[in-house]
């Protein structure tokens, strides 16, 4: 038998196997530049990474790892012990040695204090996608589109008295639920295309997908899913009682208008309530999506213990795709970026927990955005890896000229095994249009790559 490799802790397994890998558990006072990181002995929603498996580069990330854990398991091929009679299965990891790497976690502010235990991720097994995402995409662009016209007519009916019809808004969940379950980001996608003149109607369907996307990562059951749909769909129903000087002025507004601003939603939990016929989950999260953690949000300054687990989810996906939108106020923010506010404002502005696994949901890099790989090429991710959100597939449009080239899939989990040079990794996100790339002008096809990645 082998020595047992150096910082295992006594009585304690050496090792383990996932998913086929040899993992061998290292104590964090042992680890060493350029191991592989696969597990750590908590969950990855507890800490700042973003990425669930990098390669230890840099002191930073090691000062991080000493905060937040005893030991981790890395891939058996980053050991090096001084005797190893027997080697090593040697497996080929998602290994990256490019810049790009920096950005697998984000550097903590200040002091960081220690995660509670608190479980978010439901107790059921996880979702499995049964279709690829080309498969699925022309369901979903079918019924995205006709979810959009239909929250349109439900938002005209709140803006001028009518009744809601909560029945039409729970079909357009059920469409966008079913399509998820398929396979998430087909949906997610569509969800990608933004108009700033249809921002509102856009925002509320896009809050439902995003929001479903989150809670199938939360493992929520298809019933729980149906109402955190229905939540984000109606989310910012009062804001159609907000005068329309106010809701399109370009420029920040006065502490008058904002005050005004912020009646959307006691109008929505108003509207609602009168209504009758959405339950109580949506009239809670209408009326509390803004309360924040840190007691200074609105209408009420309620503190973290007071804010529902549906309310403090949808704030979350609120403030991702609005700033990640074209505004009349403000331009879109790149999906990184968003990930970015939402991290440094965890524990204040947004649920701390939630934040950090609302980022390993949907990914830096989410499907439907236009990416720039080192080598030069641009291309739209298509769908992502469940674990290594930052090695999606990627549908290569331009070349490294940015001339216009046969559209070519391919998978960047593939760069490590050398079936795919290091070249393909993102170097940058880029806006729609970019190099003449629209996403509403570009249709998936049923050939080549399976989709079915995660």
């Known amino acids: 038998m082998g020595d047992k490799p150096k910082g295992t802790t006594k009585g304690s397994p050496a090792g383990k196997t996932s998913g086929g890998e040899n993992l061998v558990r290292v104590d964090i006072a042992h680890l060493k530049m350029g191991m592989y990181v696969v ?8 800490t700042p990474f973003l990425m669930q498996g990098f390669e230890l580069r840099n002191k ?26 027997q080697p090593a299965v040697r497996v080929q990891p998602p290994k990256l040695t490019s810049k790009a790497e920096k950005g697998t976690f984000f550097k903590p502010t200040g002091r960081v204090k220690k995660p509670q235990k608190r479980r978010i991720i439901r107790s059921r097994p996880a979702y499995e996608v049964t279709l690829s995402v080309r498969e699925e995409h022309p369901v979903a662009e079918s019924a995205y589109r006709k979810g959009k016209a239909d929250i349109k007519e439900i938002l005209h009916s709140a803006q001028f008295g009518q009744m809601l019809n909560t029945e039409v808004a729970e079909e357009i969940v059920s469409s966008c639920v079913e399509s998820m379950l398929r396979h998430p980001d087909a949906m997610i996608w569509m969800s990608r295309i933004k108009h700033e003149s249809e921002y509102t109607a856009e925002h509320c369907l896009n809050v439902c997908i995003l929001a479903i996307a989150f809670g ?45 601003m912020k009646q959307h939603t006691i109008d929505g939990h108003k509207l609602l309530k009168e209504d009758g016929g959405a339950s109580t989950l949506p009239i809670d999260v209408v009326l509390n999506h803004h309360e924040r953690p840190d007691g200074k949000g609105y209408p009420r300054g309620l503190k973290a213990g007071e804010i529902s687990e549906y309310a403090r989810i949808i704030a979350i996906v609120d403030a991702y795709d609005a700033i990640t939108s074209d505004r009349c106020y403000s331009k879109a923010v790149s999906p990184v970026d968003a990930q970015k506010e939402i991290y440094q404002n965890r524990g204040k502005q ?49 070349n490294e000229e940015k001339q216009v080239i046969d559209e070519k899939t391919v998978d960047l989990y593939l760069t490590d095994s050398g079936q795919l040079d290091k070249g393909f990794l993102i170097r940058r996100t880029l806006p729609d249009g970019s190099f003449d790339i629209k996403l509403e002008d570009f249709k998936i096809k049923l050939n080549g790559d399976p989709g079915a990645s995660e």
Not at 39 to 46: F, Q, V
């Open 216 to 260: 199938r990562h939360l493992h929520f059951d298809e019933a729980d899913l149906q109402i955190l749909g229905l939540c984000g769909l109606l989310h910012d129903v009062g804001k159609m009682r907000t005068p329309k000087v106010i809701l399109n002025k370009r420029g920040a507004l006065t502490e008058e208008e904002f005050a005004v």
């Open 60 to 85: 930073a990330q090691l000062r991080t790892l000493e905060k937040y854990c005893q030991h981790v398991f890395i891939r058996s091929r980053s050991v090096t012990p001084k005797k190893q009679p």
């Open 350 to 398: 947004f649920d701390e927990e939630y934040a950090l696994a609302f980022m390993q949901a949907i990914g830096p890099y989410p499907p439907g955005t236009i990416v720039e790989l080192h080598n030069g090429m641009v291309g739209l991710v298509l769908s992502g890896q469940r674990k290594f959100r930052h090695l999606p597939t990627v549908v290569i449009l331009r």
């Open 39 to 46: 597990e750590l002995d908590r969950p990855w929603l507890e």
